[in-house]
């Protein structure tokens, strides 16, 4: 870095990389040709569930080479705190009934699985033709209830991660890579 650039947040935001830019792009593409052989001939209609997932969809639908449709639906589980308070909140609903559609939920992480747990029981009772899962991260030593996630990227620690679409206080979405405090206190975890 010259002495004219600006600090650079992205590249040094103080954290550890824990899963760098370029692995998440490899396994966004296995997962975006596993997506596509199974959902040939299917009516793919994608619920993404905001914020957090918003960077993981838009770049896996650019690996699926089939005809589909998306949607979104906010939920709130965490406030500032990285604390799940396990009550879940719809902050904004589907745009279209998802009736009838193969319904794909694609989620930025599984921590306890309330959250997915919730959206799954909603989305079944609203009659789509079949209904899976597509999570970026798992964190099975966190798990409260087990929800069954057909498409996973990676399997992580029990650590409270930022980054590509997940954030600490809304902030440090924008990073490509997965990332984790360097200082462990900077992030105050206070975890049921
Ligand atoms: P769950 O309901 O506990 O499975 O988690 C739901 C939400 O909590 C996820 O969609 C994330 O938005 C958030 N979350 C869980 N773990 C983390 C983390 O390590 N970093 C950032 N957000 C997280
Ligand atoms: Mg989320």
């Known amino acids: 870095m010259t002495a004219n650039q ?8 103080g954290l550890e990389v824990l899963i760098t830019e370029a692995q998440i792009h490899t396994r966004i593409g296995e997962m975006g040709e596993q997506i596509t052989k199974d959902y040939q001939g299917k009516n793919l209609h994608l619920i993404a569930v905001l914020k957090g997932a918003c960077v993981f969809l838009s770049d896996l639908i650019r690996h699926i080479d089939l005809p589909l449709t998306i949607d979104f639906i906010g939920i709130s589980s965490y406030g500032a705190s990285t604390k799940s308070s396990g009550e879940v ?7 279209k009934s998802p009736t009838g559609k193969d319904v794909l939920v694609v989620e930025d992480i599984i921590d306890t699985g309330l959250t997915l747990n919730y959206l799954m029981n909603i989305f079944q009772s609203r009659e789509v033709n079949s209904i899976n899962i597509a999570a970026l991260l798992d964190k099975p030593e966190r798990h409260e209830i087990e929800v069954d996630a057909q498409y996973l990227g990676f399997t992580i620690p029990n650590l409270f991660v930022v ?4 954030d600490f206080a809304e902030r440090y979405r924008n990073l490509p890579f997965i990332g984790v405090p360097k200082d462990p206190d900077a992030f105050v975890q206070s975890k049921g």
């Open 6 to 13: 600006p600090a650079s947040f992205i590249h040094d935001p």
């Open 163 to 166: 980054g590509y679409g997940l």
């Open 89 to 95: 909140k719809i902050t904004k609903d589907l745009d």
